[in-house]
């Protein structure tokens, strides 16, 4: 990779980035959301499990590096389940995010799983990509629709959902992460340490990450996140900086319970919520 003075830029679009993301990003130490949707998963499909049905199909949106589906296929592997008849779409509209989880996804559930360019957005161009028709599991994890931050976008991805999703049996699960709540903490949205973090890469050698200067004003319930990023080379002569990135990501805030408000002009049905250790997992349906 070349040296690079200066670049704008979000956590998901270049391989040091990425590899950043992965290193800071919530993991299943602290986060334990795959199980949970491991146990929906197995609900929903038990019903379901026909040799001659067509596919179960889940469809993690926003997958960014795989963890949702890596824990899923952990969970599958601890029971012996092998995920019969089960096909997962993992979509990102971030290539080096789709690459870094195929990487990490091990080799077990590999031919279950396509990685799909695609956007939140335009779900409908998704399934064509896939050749399936409907999704019976769709998720959008930990809070990631809080990136869908211009107006309009959160009423778009649900009017898609509702596209998508197979009428009567499929589920949507849309998580609203604690901290993305305007009432609860505007300070934080995001991960947002003082001073300077570094930490090292266990992916490539002698490399090094610095994380300064946060900041982040909110407005019209958009958080702009700011900080810098720097990508180090630790060498025997001394550290020499390969990339300074200036990094920039909006995030929405939400109310409590607004999703719901906005669900059924997208022609959905709101299920239910359910209560994570960090946030709400919205649940929707759509009418058979
Ligand atoms: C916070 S990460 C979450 C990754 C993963 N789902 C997890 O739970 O660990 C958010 C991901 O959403 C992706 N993303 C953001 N906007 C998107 C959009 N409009 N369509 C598809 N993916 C999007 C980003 O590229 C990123 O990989």
Known sequence: ????PEKFNDLYSSPYLVDYYDLVAPNSDSIDDASFYWRVYQELR?????????????MDVGTGTGRVIQGLSNSAAVIGDDFFNTKVLGVDNAQHMLDKA??????????HVSWILGSALDLASVMAQSGYDKVDLLIFSIGSISHLSEKGQPEKFLEQVSRVLRPGTGRAYVSIYDESLLRKSEEIAFHQPEGITEIKSQTFPNIMYREFNHRGDIQDK????????QVVEQTELGDQVLETNNISMRMRQWEEDELVSMSSDAGLNFVEKARGKHETFYVFSTSA
Do not use: G, H, Y
């Not at 990779?1 to 690079?4: E, R, V």
């Not at 958009?222 to 990023?229: A, G, I, M, N, T």
């Open 222 to 229: 958009v958080k702009d996140v700011k900080f810098e990023l």
């Open 102 to 111: 195929a990487q990490n996804l091990d080799s077990l559930f590999k031919e």
């Open 1 to 4: 990779m070349s040296a690079n």
């Open 46 to 58: 038990s019903p379901l499990l026909k040799p001659t049905r067509e596919p179960f199909v889940i």
